[in-house]
């Protein structure tokens, strides 16, 4: 059996799918809560330009939400919990069960008791003396490896140790993780609930990644949570381990996530689909209801789960999107942080945004209108979803820049 969607049915059930739709009229940390459990991940990334990117997303679907909810969920009511999703990502604790094949505790506990983890076995114990700490604040923290994203040998060994569920993420001193032992951060429900199979876990995630995309080809839901990934398939020892092993303990597994979607459409979990344009076959969750219509506006993150798949975002909403974060200022084409505009079922505009803090102010370094789109109906929408966010983050007024075919009627409607 198989299904055929239109382009437009496909993106409002992508959209409807990642909770985009109306809004509440006062977001509560329920809305935050229950948006958290739609989605199942909220990406985690460094960038500070405009505000800490796991926030995003609950703004863009529910407007102007208490900031601090999705810090209490996380920290206070430990709800959520970080660890490894699509990338670092803030996870719903019922998550918490399918991510164990991921962690190889074992393999982990077996290493330390070895005369080669035995630095290892120090830096735990440590940790379940003094943390929640930081990596800087062991006492023998060792040197960094590299200027930039090398890391010291300590911090080494608790991020192997965080990624074997051995330690969790208690919190975060400015974007510094602190580092607890498991049993202080995540409850004991979760970690003594039962432990699916390996491969069952991985199709459990990979229909949760079908269920918040809606429909998605095979790299969209087995992206969503990198099921088979580089990241499970690397071999179980530390990677300053990797050189030594001899055969197959040193390499990566084989895939084995095709062989994975295909039980799933035999077992009748996955429902084979076609898009109307897509070049490859989809996927959908038997008895899928494509919405008659949705109406959304918002401002979307780069590292929201509705645009993680750039290649997505293309197939869905005829934008071609590229981060220029790292790209050189003279070769940028639309700016630094630049944040797709959803309106109503379709991408129709894109700005980069800055919050300047120390002058109260939102900055829109540029603004360019997609192929198609009219200008008289996109810049008051765009206008009205900037002042909302201008709101919520505490500014006091927006500056538009002259870049962009949108900026000049942006500012006029800003005025």
């Known amino acids: ?74 920290h206070r009511k430990r709800e959520l919990f970080e660890y490894w999703g699509h990338a670092a990502c803030l996870l719903p604790l019922s998550l918490y069960p399918l991510l164990r094949y991921r962690m190889h505790t074992e393999q982990a506990q077996e290493y330390m008791r070895s005369k080669r983890g035995a630095d290892t076995a120090k830096a735990y114990a440590e940790v379940a003396e003094r943390g929640p700490i930081a990596a800087a604040e062991l006492s023998n923290p060792g040197k960094r490896s590299g200027k930039w994203w090398g890391w010291a040998e300590g911090k080494e060994r608790l991020e192997y140790l965080y990624g074997s569920g051995l330690l969790a993420i208690a919190g975060r001193r400015g974007f510094q993780r602190l580092y607890d032992i498991a049993d202080r951060v995540i409850s004991r429900a979760a970690l003594d609930a039962p432990v699916p199979p390996r491969e069952e876990a991985m199709k459990q995630l990979i229909l949760l990644g079908a269920k918040a995309h809606g429909i998605g080809t095979f790299g969209d839901i087995t992206g969503y949570f990198e099921v088979d990934g580089w990241r499970d398939r690397m071999p179980t020892a530390p990677w300053w381990e990797w050189k030594r092993p001899k055969g197959p303990e040193g390499r990566r597994a084989k895939p084995i996530v095709k062989r994975l979607v295909s039980e799933l459409v035999e077992e009748g979990r996955l429902v084979a689909a076609r898009v109307d344009g897509w070049s490859e076959p989809a996927y959908v969750l038997p008895r899928v209801r494509v ?14 789960s509705l645009v993680w798949e750039r290649s997505r975002m293309h197939r869905l909403f005829g934008m071609k999107y590229t981060i220029e974060l790292y790209t050189p200022q003279p070769k ?18 894109r700005c980069d945004l800055k919050a300047d803090r120390q002058r109260k102010v939102l900055m829109v370094q540029s603004a360019f209108l997609e192929p198609g789109q009219d200008a008289r109906r996109v810049a008051p929408e765009l206008a009205a979803e900037l002042r909302q966010m201008q709101a919520w983050l505490g500014l006091d007024r927006i500056e538009v820049s002259d870049r962009g075919d949108l900026a000049a009627r942006l500012r006029r409607t800003l005025r």
């Open 332 to 349: 940028r084409v639309y700016g630094y942080y630049v944040f797709p505009f959803l309106l109503g079922d379709t991408l129709v505009a």
């Open 1 to 74: 059996m198989s299904i055929t969607l239109s382009q437009p049915e496909a993106r409002r059930l992508a959209l409807a799918s990642q909770g985009f739709g109306p809004r509440p009229e006062k977001p509560t940390i329920g809305h935050v809560r229950k948006l958290a459990a739609r989605l199942y991940a909220f990406q985690i990334d460094s960038v500070n330009v405009l505000v800490r990117a796991h926030y995003v997303p609950a703004f863009a679907r529910l407007g102007p939400y208490p900031m601090d909810a999705l810090d209490t969920l996380v």
């Open 291 to 304: 919405p008659r219509s949705v109406h959304a506006r918002a401002l979307v993150t780069p590292f929201d």
